[in-house]
Every structure is written in structure tokens, then in C-alpha cells.
């Protein structure tokens, strides 16, 4: 597939999204169905949120024209589990589940793209290239993609930066398939990256519209299943291709670097201090750009610029050992987690 046509179908999503929103916004503001500034929440006004509803619209459309019908058959199970976790995210946004409704809510759709699907991870990787059993893969798999789900969930707390990164993944991911000659996930990648495109427009500081769980965990599903698929795909390219990237693992991480770090610091520090890890609280790395002193649009963009920086390493060190790179990713997430925590504590001696 030329380029051009991925370019295209990005402009196409790009387009749609920026056209749906306005009534999305008008509607959601005349059936007063805002989202509350709650303790936890950084916004102060009644907001719009499930902008997720527009984004997935602009994508579903030009998916119709993008896709032939041989791949939405080949597909349907993603595209089910897909719109059952759309749908999960939408009655969390109208009335709010339990952290264990909204978990299994997503695990059965997750199941059935994992087990019937196919859509699962071999092996791990260059970390242990031994196969795994059906039943364990089919375990493992259904857990990274709820884990990753969640992660991205979770990053959604300022004006932005749920959608600079996604927007991020699903670009470098959508040029990673294209390169391979994997055009079906290209295509969905790339549509993703300019419908959120559009999203951001009505998202960034002072934000319209929020994208909610109604965007939220369909668009962290597709990255994860897109992640998983890079991890297969990667495995079964030949050594000597160029876009093969001998540290999957490694790769995949730094890749959603961001929600990944931020998820498993906030669980850690909330297990500290004797709170459930489903307490939404101010702890997130991007709570910590605002206290001191970044504006939403500042502190989106510097950790849309960080995750870049971790892309970039990957991609440096593609010919690293898994384990190697993991270190090395590891470690920078500790030295800006480190830096962070000197900064803020300086902050507040001064003040």
C-alpha cells in the first residue's frame, strides 16, 4: 500500500472527528451531561466528556472505506471485543461502575479477541524464546492487555496527554506495520492517529471536551492488541530485515513508556500507604509537572516528548539484547522519576 493512501485515511479520520465534535459538545452541554470536578480531578468547571464517542465515529467511517470486507471478517473478533469495551466505557461515563464492573467488562471482550482470536503472545520474547502453552499464553496475554488497557486509562487526568501519546504510539506503531507490509493494523493505526488528531484540537488547554472512559479504554485496548501484534509480528520476521528489532520487549515498553512507568509508580505508592490501587488520587507523574509550575499543555507535551525520547532509544538500540534495554529503560524511568522528586521537594522549600 503507498503511503499516500495512509496519509489520506488519516486526513479522512482527521476531518470526521473535527466535524462530529462541535455537535457533540453542544448536545452533551444541552442534555447537561458533564463531568463534575471531583477531589481528585485538576478541573474546576462542568465539562463535556465521552469524546470517545467522536473519535471512535471518525474511525468507524473511514474503516468502512478503508478496509475490505474479507478483513473485517478476518478481524471480528477484535472489532466485538472492541465495541463491547466501547460500550463498557460508555455506561462507566453515564453511570459509574465499580473498579470490578469496569475489570470485567473489559476481560471477557479481552478473552474472546485472545482465545478465539488468535491474537495472543508466543513466547517471551528475546527475554525466554521458549513457546508457551495455549493455556498459559492465552493467561498472560489477557493480562498485559488489561494491564496496558488500564494504563492508559490512567494517564488520562490533564488537557492533552491521553492524546499525545496515543496519538504517538498509534503513529510510530502504524509506521512499523507499514514497513513490515502489514497494512491491515498500518491502516487502523494511522485512521486512529488523525481522528485523536482532531480530538486534540477540542481537547488541548483550556480543554471542550474530555475523552473519557468512552475513549479511553477502546483506544488503550487497540493499543495494546497493536502492541501484542508488534511482538508476534517482530518474531516472525526474518534476522535480516531491517525493521526487526532483536529487543521486542524492550521495544514494546518503551513504545508506551509513560502509562506503563506512571501506572505501576502510582500502584506502588498507593500499596505504600495501605490505600486500594483502584483510589484515584494526585500522584501521577503529570500531577507532579503541574505542582511545579507546567501548565496542562506543558506538561503534555513534555511527557509526549519523553515517551518520543524512549521510542527513539528503542529504535537505537533495536540490535540490543532484551535485557539490555530493559535495564537501560528501567533505569532512565528511575532517573526521571528521581529528578521529578528534587524538583518538586525544592519547590516547596522555597514556598
Not at 223 to 252: C, I, K, M, P, Y
Not at 296 to 307: F, K, P, R, S, T
Request: proline share 4%; charged share 10%.
Amino acid at each position: 500500500m503507498n503511503a499516500l493512501f495512509l496519509f489520506a485515511f488519516a486526513t479522512i479520520a482527521l476531518i470526521l472527528s473535527v466535524f462530529f465534535f462541535p455537535i457533540l459538545i453542544k448536545l452533551l452541554h444541552r442534555w447537561e451531561v458533564l463531568d463534575h470536578p471531583r477531589d481528585h480531578k485538576i478541573h474546576s468547571a462542568y465539562t463535556p466528556s465521552m469524546g470517545g464517542i467522536c473519535i471512535l465515529l471518525a474511525v468507524a467511517f473511514t474503516l468502512l472505506i478503508a478496509l475490505p470486507f474479507s478483513e473485517w471478517v478476518r478481524h471480528k473478533f477484535f472489532f466485538i471485543a472492541f465495541a463491547i469495551i466501547f460500550f463498557t466505557g460508555l455506561r462507566d461515563d453515564i453511570l459509574n461502575l465499580t473498579p470490578w464492573q469496569k475489570l470485567l467488562g473489559q476481560i471477557l471482550p479481552i478473552a474472546l479477541v485472545v482465545v478465539l482470536g488468535g491474537m495472543k503472545i508466543s513466547s517471551f520474547y528475546g527475554l525466554h524464546a521458549a513457546p508457551l502453552s495455549d493455556p498459559w499464553s492465552w493467561v498472560i496475554t489477557i493480562f498485559v492487555i488489561v494491564a496496558l488497557t488500564n494504563s492508559y486509562n490512567l494517564i488520562d487526568g490533564i488537557d492533552g496527554l491521553a492524546g499525545v501519546v496515543s496519538a504517538l504510539v498509534f503513529f510510530v506503531l502504524g509506521a512499523w506495520f507499514w514497513a513490515v507490509g502489514n497494512f491491515t493494523f498500518a491502516t487502523l493505526s494511522f485512521i486512529f492517529f488523525g481522528s485523536i488528531l482532531g480530538f486534540l484540537y477540542y481537547n488541548w488547554q483550556p480543554s471542550k471536551i474530555f475523552m473519557g472512559d468512552t475513549g479511553t479504554l477502546p483506544i488503550g485496548f487497540a493499543l495494546s492488541v497493536l502492541l501484542v501484534a508488534f511482538l508476534e509480528s517482530n518474531q516472525a520476521l526474518d534476522h535480516t530485515n531491517l525493521f526487526r528489532v532483536r529487543a521486542s520487549v524492550g521495544a514494546a515498553l518503551s513504545v508506551m513508556v509513560i502509562p506503563i512507568f506512571d501506572t505501576i509508580r502510582v500502584v506502588i505508592l498507593r500499596l505504600l500507604n495501605g490505600q486500594s490501587p483502584f483510589k484515584a488520587d494526585r500522584n501521577h507523574l503529570h500531577h507532579q509537572l503541574l505542582r511545579i509550575g507546567f501548565s496542562h499543555a506543558q506538561a503534555a507535551l513534555a511527557l509526549g516528548a519523553v515517551n518520543a525520547a524512549f521510542i527513539a532509544l528503542a529504535w537505537f538500540g533495536r540490535n540490543w539484547s532484551d535485557p539490555l534495554l530493559l535495564a537501560v529503560v528501567i533505569a532512565g524511568c528511575f532517573g526521571l522519576s528521581f529528578i521529578l522528586y528534587q524538583v518538586e521537594k525544592r519547590n516547596a522549600r522555597k514556598n
